[in-house]
């Protein structure tokens, strides 16, 4: 009889951590369904998330698998740097950035900042991660590679902060009616996914049924 109830008990508690390790990746697709929605749907080069070092809602084994499956849709996450309580990650879609940087004006504002003028993808990113962990913030260009207008990022600087348009996603100093509508489109897409996840489909369902 004491094995048997020593035998149920082991399987109760099998069965409470499977129940809080789903929880933990649900918890894991909520974040990155709210966050990076924009991205995922491939509105937006990237977006970046900063996230619990120590007190995670999610395991380690969830964030693989997330990284894995998010490569459905091209999108790779990249982490920045990391301290004994924070993570910073880039999760960006790699040809939508690629594009994006590309643009003359967009890669001549990088190259005054160091970039490598031939480097690879990797190596640029690479080059991103070393001007974070120096600046030990956020330098301007980290707004670039998010998707910013170059005319929203040099207003910003210009006016330090202050002074813009409108303020949404980014402080906007040139195209408002632009902005406008490309926030609504990140709503809408963050909405979305965010409504399908709390409706128990997970990251990878709703990325290949996109």
């Known amino acids: 009889m004491r094995m048997i109830i020593i035998n149920l008990q082991l399987v109760e508690t099998y069965y409470q951590l499977k129940q809080l390790m789903e ?70 879609n790699k040809t939508v950035l690629e594009k994006h940087l590309q643009s003359p004006e967009i890669w ?4 005054v900042h160091g970039y490598p ?45 202050q002074n813009c348009k409108f303020c949404g996603y980014w402080k906007v100093y040139g195209d408002e009616a632009q902005a406008r509508k490309l926030f609504d489109a990140y709503s809408s897409a963050r909405d979305e996914m965010v409504m399908r996840v709390t409706a128990g489909h997970s990251l990878t369902e709703i990325l290949k049924a996109a």
């Open 108 to 111: 001549g504002y990088l190259l």
């Open 23 to 92: 929880a933990m990746n649900l918890n894991l697709d909520r974040m990155l369904a709210y966050h990076c929605a924009p991205t995922l749907f491939g509105l937006k080069p990237a977006n970046l998330i900063a996230h619990d070092a120590i007190h995670k809602h999610y395991s380690d084994e969830a964030f693989d698998m997330a990284k894995e499956a998010l490569k459905i849709r091209d999108v790779h996450m990249a982490r920045l740097c990391s301290c004994d309580q924070k993570e910073l990650t880039l999760v960006y």
């Open 117 to 161: 003028m031939y480097g690879t993808f990797d190596e640029v990113i690479t080059h991103l991660k070393k001007r974070i962990i120096e600046s030990g913030g956020f330098p301007h260009e980290v707004g670039v590679f998010l998707g910013y207008p170059l005319e929203d990022v040099m207003g910003f600087i210009k006016n330090k902060g």
